[in-house]
C-alpha cells in the first residue's frame, strides 16, 4: 500500500535540524517500496507513521502512485501539544465573572457534589472539539479543577469526546487536596468520603481501564492536584504530604507514568527533601509560580518539566521565571490551563502571549525567539509529556499527527520568504486558521470540516453542553453565579472603583 502524501506549502518540521522546506511535503502510511535508512525515511508497519518527510518535488518522485492531499497554500506544522488544562472547565467558563477565589469555591462544588456522567461526557465532547478545531492533538487535562476520584467512571465519561474525535489525550487523575474530601455521584445519590487510600485506588482504577484505550491514543498520568499539599511553617512537607508523595512516586513507577502536578513556591524543594525520588524526568510541573531559583536549579538537574500558561490566575499572582528556566535547561512548555474562567483552548494564540509576557517583565524584545516559541508548543511540551518519541515533529517514525494553517488571509499576508513562516505563524496565526487535521494517519478535520463520523454533531454538542452545565450550576445552587457583575460597566476593576 503506497502513503499518502500531504502536499505542502511549507513543511515546518520542528525536527532535530528544525528543517523549514518550502515547499515541502509529509508522506503518512506503509512504505513497501523504500528499505533504505536515510534521514528522510524509515520502514513502518502502520499506516498511521510518518513515513518520509522532505522537499515536495522530492517525495512526490518518490511516490507516484501516492493518495495526494492538497495543501500548497497551507503551513504544515507539527500537532500541537496542549501539556495541562481541566476537563469540567469547558462548562464552568466566566462563573461569578470577577469573583476571584469565589470561582474556585463554586467549580469545586459543581464537580464534586453537582456533576454526573452527562456532565462529564457532554464538556469532554466540547473540550475534544475545541481543541481539534484549534489544531491540538495532543492534550492533558485533569478530571475537574483537581482530580475527581470517588469513582472512575467520571474519568471514563471525560474522555468520550477525545475517543469520539480521534484525539490523543492524557488523563489525569490522582488525589485531590484538602483530603478527605466529600463527593456526591447525582446519578446515584451515592455520598462519598475520599481520603488517600480511595483516591490511589480510584487512580489505579483509571489506569486500568483506560490507559492505552484508543488505539494508544488515551493515556493516563498520574496527576495528584498539588505536588505538596500541605507544608509545615517552616517548608518541610506535612506527613500526609509525605504518604501522598511516596504514593504517587510508586504507582507511577510500577506501571511506567507520567506524573504531573501543580507546584507553587516552596514545594518543590519541600519535595526533594521529602521524597526526592519524585523528581524525574517523568514528572512535570504546572504553572511553578513563585518558584524560588535554587527550586529551578533542581528542576533542571533532576529533568523536571515545566508547563507555563501565561493566562493563568497563578500568573498574574506571581510569576514563574520562564527565560530563568530555559536557560538552566529547564524543558518548558507553554500550555492553556484551559478552559476557564477566562480563557480557551487557543494554544497558538498563547505562544505569542507567553513571549510578550517575558519581554516586558524582562524591558527586552529580543527574549523568546519564534522558533523557541514553537518547540515550546510542540517538541517540549511532548517532552513534558513524556511523548517524545511518538508526537511533536514530523519526523519518520512518529505518529502522522500533522496540522494545516491556510496562510490564505490577510492577517498571514503577504507571502515573502520561507524564512518568515514561523515568526508568522508564532506571531499573528491562531486557531481559526486551522483548516486541516490528521491524527495517527486519520483526517481528523478538512476544509474546516470535521471528519469524525463517531462524533455528535456541533448542535449536539452544544446541546448537550448547555443542559449539562444548567443541570449542574442548579443542583449547587449557583444560579447566582450566571448574573453580570454590577461593576461589569464604567469601572477599572471589579469591586468598585471607578476611573
Known sequence: MAPTVLVGGTVVTVDADRRVLDPGAVAVGVDESHSDSSANRTQSDDADTIVAVGPRDELLADYPDAERMDLSEHVLLPGLVDSHGHAGHGLTKNLLEGGGNDWLDIVKEIYFEGSGTAFWRAEGRLAALERLRAGVTTSLSYVGSMPRVDDPKFADAAVTGYREFGLR?????????????????????????????????????????????????????????????????????????????????????????????????????????????????????????????????????????????????????????????????????????????????????????????????????????????????TVDAAAALGLADKVGSLTPGKRADVVAVDRRSAKLGPALDSGLTVPRMVGYADGSDVSFVMVDGAVRLRDSEVVAPEAPPLETVLDDANEAARTAIERVDGADALEPHPDLWGAVRYGGETE
Open 169 to 377: 489525550h492524557v488523563v489525569g487523575v490522582g488525589p485531590p487536596d484538602s483530603l478527605p474530601a466529600h463527593c456526591v455521584d447525582p446519578d446515584s445519590g451515592t455520598e462519598t468520603t475520599v481520603d488517600l487510600d480511595h483516591a490511589m485506588a480510584t487512580t489505579e482504577a483509571v489506569v486500568e481501564e483506560l490507559h492505552g484505550s484508543a488505539d494508544g491514543r488515551i493515556q493516563v498520568a498520574v496527576a495528584p492536584s498539588s505536588l505538596v499539599p500541605e507544608m509545615d511553617a517552616d517548608g518541610s512537607a506535612t506527613a500526609a504530604s509525605v504518604a501522598q508523595l511516596r504514593k504517587v512516586t510508586e504507582l507511577a513507577g510500577r506501571e511506567d507514568l507520567a506524573l504531573h502536578a501543580h507546584a507553587y513556591e516552596g514545594e518543590v524543594a519541600a519535595a526533594a527533601a521529602a521524597k526526592p525520588e519524585v523528581l524525574t524526568e517523568r514528572l512535570s510541573l504546572a504553572h511553578c509560580a513563585g518558584i524560588s531559583a535554587e527550586e529551578v536549579a533542581l528542576m533542571a538537574e533532576n529533568d523536571v518539566a515545566a508547563s507555563h500558561g501565561p493566562l493563568t490566575n497563578a500568573y498574574v499572582r506571581n510569576r514563574f521565571p520562564v527565560v530563568e528556566a530555559m536557560k538552566q535547561g529547564v524543558t518548558v512548555a507553554v500550555s492553556t490551563d484551559g478552559s476557564a474562567p477566562d480563557r480557551s483552548f487557543d494554544l497558538l494564540s498563547q505562544g505569542r502571549i507567553a513571549a510578550q509576557l517575558q519581554r516586558a517583565h524582562h524591558g527586552d524584545t529580543s527574549l523568546l525567539p519564534a522558533g523557541r516559541v514553537l518547540e515550546a508548543m
